[in-house]
């Protein structure tokens, strides 16, 4: 089948193409996002591979369509990027990677956790300039201490365990308690109870309506003065702009972010020779206490394989009909 495949970087194509010798599918890489603007470069694809900032609302799709686009295959997890109800009334199929390394994003998690806490990217800067001065390094021993991980999908139960490991108390809020997980020593509580006991908080739900600034002004009054907080799941789980004001009053010590909600005009691109534009982003790249990652959590040999093999399965599986197709449920029309 030809696919137009859309925000490429050298290690989708490397990736793609390792894995195609398998699949042997007519792929054309695009450096470029997928977007109204661009849509044309997909004209006679039979399927889009598009990755997390790529534009899927509904003129989009109903553009690709006519161009004979039958499928979306997206090389992420998440697709709340995608207008599904706009999708199903186009009859255009769509399928995702389901779980492509859960300790991947659950050890970068810890990375940007112990990073923040003791001030490693300080103290890097320090010794390469020879100053050995340990003032303004003081950490905290994670070793008791409460962690709250929102949303126990495969990711945050591996981070969970993780943290489980650094012999902390870990307690978890999810819609759908898993009571496997409680087994190995996860406490589900309400999100209340989350926000008002643990010293740091990380987030692994999916975005949906109902999680979108799950951070907020009010969910922040809750929290314990000097929380760290990580999100390394969608940058629109947390208001930006509340959470600045949060770390201005002293409300979180720590942030650390792999995303953030205007990414997809920032992220996987080189603009260190720009002036950033985004006065919100400028503004958290201030503060001492903050870590900030271009959405990496993701980004190791091992996840880009299996992203790879599931992304051009999903596609071999839609045009045989055989194999596994691992398909982001449609939405009902109204």
Not at 188 to 203: G, M, N
Request: proline share 4%; net charge neutral.
């Amino acid at each position: 089948m030809k696919v137009a495949v859309f925000s490429t970087k050298n290690y989708d194509r490397r990736f793609l193409e390792e894995a195609n010798q398998r699949y042997r599918h007519q792929l054309a890489f695009f450096d470029s996002r997928l977007t109204a603007e661009t849509t044309p470069l997909a004209q006679g694809a039979g399927a889009v591979c598009a990755f997390v900032n790529d534009q899927l609302d509904r003129p989009v799709l109903e553009e690709l369509v006519r161009g004979g686009t039958r499928l979306i295959a997206l090389r992420s997890a998440g697709f709340n990027h995608v207008d599904l109800r706009a999708a199903t009334e186009l009859h255009l199929r769509v399928a995702r990677v389901p779980a492509y390394s859960p300790a991947a994003v659950a050890e970068h998690t810890v990375a940007l956790i112990l990073s923040l806490n003791r001030k490693v990217f300080r103290a890097y800067n320090r010794v390469r300039d020879g100053n050995f001065s340990l003032e303004g390094l003081l950490g905290f021993d994670i070793e008791g201490k409460t962690v709250g991980v929102v949303g126990t999908g495969k990711i945050g139960a591996t981070f969970a365990r993780i943290m489980l490991g650094f012999n902390c108390r870990v307690i978890a809020y999810d819609p759908f308690p898993s009571r496997d997980y409680e087994k190995m020593g996860l406490k589900y509580v309400p999100l209340a109870t989350l926000l008002s006991e643990s010293d740091i908080i990380s987030l692994h739900c999916p975005l949906t309506p109902e999680t979108h600034h799950l951070i907020n002004d009010s969910s922040l009054r809750r929290v314990k003065r000097g929380v760290m907080l990580i999100n390394t799941g969608r940058g629109a789980l947390i208001d930006t702009r509340a959470v600045v004001k949060a770390l201005k009053s002293g409300t979180i010590g720590h942030l650390g972010l792999d995303v953030y909600e205007e990414e997809e005009e920032l992220f996987f691109r080189d603009l260190s020779g720009q002036v950033i534009q985004d006065d919100t982003f400028a503004r958290l790249q201030t503060f001492p206490n903050v870590v900030m990652t271009g959405h990496q959590a993701f980004f190791t040999r091992e996840a880009l394989t299996k992203i790879a093999e599931t992304t051009l399965g999903n596609i071999t599986a839609f045009e045989t009909g055989k194999g596994t197709f691992h398909e982001v449920p449609q939405e009902v029309p109204a």
